[in-house]
């Protein structure tokens, strides 16, 4: 759709390079346009132009005092950044790596393997602590908050000068919101959002910059905090679920880059392929403790994730889950006065559904089937709309200070919508007993009645849930439902994307609880014999799913988490149905939420499958070519240059044995990553040298453990003239087995090996074993299926 | 342990070559016993030796007389059998199937997804009808046979001579009992025992011959039907699943060789890469169906069989799942006079532990922990005495009717041991008038009592199970208890295994809710408030997981089976510690039930990693060589030649160009199965022929799907001398673009490139892409670890 200048990314505020107000992708200066042609015969580019380094963390943390003349990025959803590297999910297996793993004993093995379930039980520990804290301190301070606007209306109702009471509560909500906005827009932009996004890039094997940061988890723990209480549209289970994630890479490090502090301990597990490993355990204690689903947390993981199904890793991902519900349940059993009693869900409470009270029957499945497209197309109308005003913000919204506003703004405007409707409702309903309500507000209605309305908005969107779902037949009169499901519609459209730390799942579930009860309202209400329609809150549950699913397009995972949430299996099938339907009658139209910003984010993003229809395109034009490779014993001045070249910035490097005509590319014998030369060239691990002091030390694999996962910058690197002049054995340190295809290799058996394994680098040789291109991720996410077959992205070196 | 001779088989009744009683691997004329070193200096082997032919099938079906002389098999769970070969879910990506993966539009690709859904569809719905079926039979039959014995012995209780009542049961269950027997023993000895090792191997990519086969089908709903009614210690879940397995695996092909018709029909799904996907939807539909738990099947599919995890498939997975407990609950809730009341779960109904009544509190956990490895002993201790059993049945029970007569025997035993128990019992219990027992047996109590013990025998053990967990305290007395445990573990111990279609899920539940229910009561009597444990069927449901884990050793799906089957998610985590400790304590003695029983039958099943110590280990030393080899274009009497050669018996081969030395292994241009090779013979596609017939059609991809799975051998496709003298064009036929490693490769490093794609066949090359050797599933099975370390297991021509 449209072709945008970006202002605002998940990742930086434009501390790179870049200056002034240009858009490099029209005046390709520095960055230049690269357009490929699929047939691949003029399409022959150098590969650095294709990757570039993965630096920018550091260079980040060194530069936070550029501030305010945001780099502009090229932006359009049919762009790839190149600025995103992927993880190495597969280990690279050189002979320091072998000798370590042939040292291993047996029992070293299973030590290993049991502190790896220590760490798991210590991120599902921390991750549903967190979860508590949340919790708790979201429900004290929106509880006090309601208390005190409560008794303002209560006083000005009778005596005038409701105006007042409009204005404290609006006060009230954007107070709280600008310190959440505030902390996310000025210290720590990645923590904006639900946090989804990037989690399920991370997890697909790219590597987000400082998405999974100590100071990340702060800021958004506090964000969440500051924004549930500040009565924004918003939920706290998206930011629950990047919080596992972060606790997850944290803990398994055994120390913390930020505070400075190792432990020492854990250290075997500070390579790509444990760490992603364990983020998936942490966003899956994540989901379990938001949801109280910890099968729903695994099946969220693997679906996001799972490349290769391990059954351990499974287990210990299931593991993590269950701890993290369990510690929830067990500070909230003990918050609530009821230590030990452990059988209350995760921070979100559907309420169980009884089959017997809410029984379903099998004529009932097509109206399901029919809620399940309405919430398909009101989904796509959701994500559209955000679509445009993600678009908008983009362009005009992305000073910080702006953002602070925009934020400000939207929850003053919630607060008079709110009080507005609460003030001309007249839906009022007797005051019973039992009433579940924590604020029922009388406001107009008479004694011993309250305003219905007043329920829905005076209370933390879970609550509002709850009651749509439980709340007996004839609690909300269809006016009520109708105008609530319009203007929080528009109101949590208009939230996601605000910088703010704050999900949609919520929000989407309200919305379809509301109009789902109105559906059901109304199904009784036409038919004459309404009894077996009298239960609103089953179609509130329906409605809530289709809503939900028309906006994520989450398939197998929300089917267990909403299954698990509600506590009753038998609501399985029509759920799955209606996430079925929902999802693809909203395909149909536009992308889930999440892909389209993560789209928006140009991050290449790597699906199940290659295209159906990409069996002609073959690994010769697909790869990258010619690439730079180096000898097995190369000159330090050649690596340091390549290394330093800004233009190329590549980060794998084929290790060939060059053939007699040197014009032709040398047979492979190994890859090795920019990252393993960096800890060679900082310890001067030169030929040289080494035979000068034969008593030093060898390198290990624990220099490259230290050293990871922020290595130094090349231009950290002090290399004298001398220097430049030795040699580099690469041998011991390269990979000598890295997997390779041939050229005539179909895209789609590329991408399976490619996915399968979680590759960064893959080396296409010809039939001599010589290396001819390499194949990134970037080549493999370019090929996407559009309106008119398959599509190719363009790249653009951002 | 034992190095014993192998008389009985999953798969056939000595219908092949073999003759009379020796032991070939101990006079290795035919048989060659193949000791290779683990160092590989002196293990170059011919490959042939290390794989098989897979046309055992068509030799079976054709020699069906030859029955009564049992082929001896070298029989040792150190040795892996050659016998079994494994499935292609690679694709071989010839031009064939390029040019029409190529033709085909996006519309075509769409219509073969919509497609796959409408078999999944399918799958779910037969799966839950059968299982339906098999409910109403087992329900009815049982029934009628208990109130036939309930009448007679209240008849005689009054006037004495109650052995006659004895002989009445215990003919009644021998004469079910053989009928199962029978069908299983003559007919189809594959639909033996549960299914569950079976299916567990043709996930793992092991073609098991007959599993899959309509006949199997047939004799396993009949046989679990019969063996369920009499009376006998058995489940019917596993057979459920193994029954959903097979029903997938005949729906997706759209024909049935069995019953020669084909339908036309899902023709693009007639090979092993797709076949296996639908199996494992029907795997989890079984699973689904028996246990009322979809997500516990997907997870049970997920577990045993995928590697490579994918979205979509999973999610068809599911829907199978969903769809079968649907149409279970459908037609049940017709049977039982309340149509379209879709809220029962499952086959195996646990009834629902509701969270109020059955909590549980924090302290409580050590003794569900204590529990898991007491469950873990009695596992451990089930598995070695089944395995005993299992040589001794082996060695001495291999003919059809001395299995069948064994099975009578058991039957007759069990209804022996449960009428005297019954007899001698004097635990009488108040009859309510919410009695939950369809037949109360008063037998000697006073009037208004009934027979608890009779309760525990006289019912379907699903029953039984349910009662422990949700009768009333005070149901059972412990002396009942500690008595039922004793005998009921003996008889299922002795049952499982023998010549019926049994499973062993319901049986170890019923063990272990019985003791666990009597360590409930124990618990209650010890401490002076028992209040709090004064609710056994929460320990008997603890003690029910923790048996079954010890047994089975599952470990993810079993935990969300039984949340699902208890309908109550927050016994997750006790249910998962259970199981941990199970599966730990039980490991430490010995495997699980099925995997010792895999082991029996020498199965070379690939587990999820390679044994952790060996990194040491490269491809050079696991790979066979040396390879033959065929040229692009070669001779079809070469090529019959090497085909015909019974001693080796190879299945793929890779195809080379010769390099200059033609003593040199050739460099590798691809690799073509024998099946495909079979099927160019039968059309004689020869080059000669072909310039001499331009204008006949040109062989296409239907013809092999045609011929798939069941090719012929080259021994019946003749080819003439003038032939012999033609060439063979392979370029076109095969697969272009082979998997291949280095010779330098690790061992985990070729394991998880194997394990991850499903490969057959993995070319090792040296740096000049020559052909060196090949690694198949047996090079990689061999590997384990033993207590000494690293082992190898031996290789069995058989």
């Known amino acids: 759709m449209a072709n945008i200048t970006k202002k605002v990314s998940w990742s930086s505020r434009g501390d790179e390079s870049g200056g002034g107000e240009r858009t490099p992708l029209l005046n390709g200066s520095e960055e230049i346009r690269i357009t490929r042609q699929l047939s691949g015969d003029g399409g022959m580019f150098h590969i650095g132009r294709l990757s570039t380094v993965d630096l920018e963390e550091d260079l980040t943390s060194e530069e936070d005092t550029v501030r305010g003349c945001p780099k502009e ?43 790896r379930w220590v760490v798991c039980g210590l991120i599902g520990f921390l991750t549903g602590l967190i979860a508590c804290c949340i919790d708790i301190a979201v429900e004290n301070l929106a509880g006090v908050k309601y208390f005190v606007v409560k008794q303002n209306i209560e006083k000005f109702t009778e005596v005038g000068g409701l105006s007042i009471s409009l204005i404290l509560w609006a006060v009230l909500n954007s107070a709280f919101v600008m310190v959440g906005a505030v902390i996310v827009a000025f210290f720590e932009p990645g923590a904006a959002g639900s946090g989804i996004p990037q989690i399920k890039c991370y997890l697909n094997g790219v590597k987000i910059p400082r998405v999974v940061r100590l100071k990340t988890l702060v800021v958004k723990v506090f964000g969440v905090i500051c924004s549930v209480a ?5 939920g706290k289970e998206g930011p629950m679920i990047h919080s596992g994630a972060v606790v997850a890479a944290g803990v398994s490090q055994g120390r913390s880059t930020s505070l400075k502090k190792d432990f020492k301990i854990f250290e075997y597990f500070r390579r790509d392929t444990e760490k992603r490993d364990f983020v998936s355990a942490g966003a899956a204690a994540g989901v379990s403790a938001a949801f109280g689903a910890p099968v729903g947390g695994v099946l969220f993981s693997l679906e996001e994730g799972a490349s290769f199904w391990n059954q351990m890793l499974t287990w210990r991902i299931f593991f993590a889950s269950m701890i993290s519900t369990f510690t929830l349940n067990f500070f909230l059993s003990i918050y609530n006065k009821k230590p030990g009693e452990l059988s209350s869900p995760g921070l979100i409470n559907f309420g169980r559904f009884e089959s017997e009270s809410v029984a379903y029957n099998i004529y009932e499945i097509p109206l399901f089937i029919v809620m399940g497209a309405i919430g398909g197309l009101l989904g796509a109308l959701f994500n559209i709309l955000n679509y445009w005003l993600t678009i908008f913000r983009i362009r005009y919204v992305h000073r910080p200070c702006l953002q602070v506003m925009e934020a400000m703004l939207v929850a003053a405007v919630t607060a008079t919508v709110s009080f507005t409707m609460i003030y001309f409702s007249n839906d009022c309903q007797p005051l019973r007993p039992d009433q579940s309500e924590d604020y029922p507000l009388q406001l107009f209605c008479a004694d011993g009645q309250y305003n219905s309305m007043a329920t829905a908005f005076f209370n933390t969107p879970e609550r509002s849930v709850r009651s749509l779902f439980h709340n007996p037949p004839g609690s909300y009169n269809p006016l009520t439902l109708s105008v609530f499901t319009l203007t ?74 909403m299954v698990e949430a509600t506590g009753n299996v038998t609501y399985g099938l029509p759920i799955m149905l209606v996430l079925m339907t ?87 014998c190994g890859l090795i990553l920019r990252s393993q030369i960096i800890v060679l060239l900082k310890h001067k691990v030169f030929v040289e040298l080494a035979r000068s002091r034969l008593t030093q030390r060898k390198l290990q694999l624990k220099d490259f453990r230290d050293a990871y996962p922020r290595f130094p910058p090349i231009q950290s690197i002090h290399v004298s003239q001398d220097e430049r002049e030795c040699m580099m054995d690469l041998t011991e340190f390269m990979n000598p087995t890295p997997y390779t295809v041939p050229q005539e290799t179909s895209l789609p058996r590329v991408f399976k090996l490619f996915r399968a394994l979680g590759l960064r680098h893959l080396v296409v040789v010809d039939n001599e074993n010589r290396v001819v291109g390499l194949v990134t991720r970037k080549d493999l996410a370019r090929y996407h299926l559009g309106k008119h077959g398959l599509e190719e992205m363009q790249l653009a070196q951002t």
């Open 230 to 234: 500040g009565g924004l549209a918003v």
């Open 582 to 668: 929902a999802k693809i009658v909203g395909d149909y139209f536009v992308e889930g939420l999440y892909d389209i910003h993560i789209k928006l984010q140009s991050v290449p993003f790597l699906h199940w499958e290659a295209p159906a229809t990409s069996h002609w395109l073959t690994a010769r034009e697909v790869m990258s070519a010619p690439v730079t490779c180096f000898k097995r014993i190369e000159k330090v001045a050649t690596i340091v240059d390549v290394l330093s070249n800004t233009s190329t910035n590549h980060n794998g490097f084929p290790v060939v044995v060059p053939v007699a005509a040197s014009d032709d590319p040398g047979k492979i």
């Open 488 to 561: 929080y519609f528009l109101l949590a459209c208009w939230t996601y994307g605000l910088t703010v730390s704050a999900g949609v799942f919520i929000p989407s579930l309200l919305i379809g609880a509301a109009w789902g009860r109105l559906f059901g309202i109304l199904l009784a209400s036409i038919t004459p014999n309404g009894s077996i329609w009298a239960v609103p809150g089953k179609y509130a549950l329906i409605g809530a799913a289709a809503q939900l699913g028309g906006i994520v397009r989450m398939t197998l995972s929300l089917t267990v988490i």
């Open 73 to 115: 990025i090229p932006h359009n959803e049919k762009l790839l950044s190149l600025k995103f590297e992927s993880l190495d999910y597969d280990n690279s297996e050189n002979q320091l790596f072998l000798e370590e793993e042939r040292r291993m004993s047996f029992m070293g093995f299973r030590c290993l393997e049991i502190s």
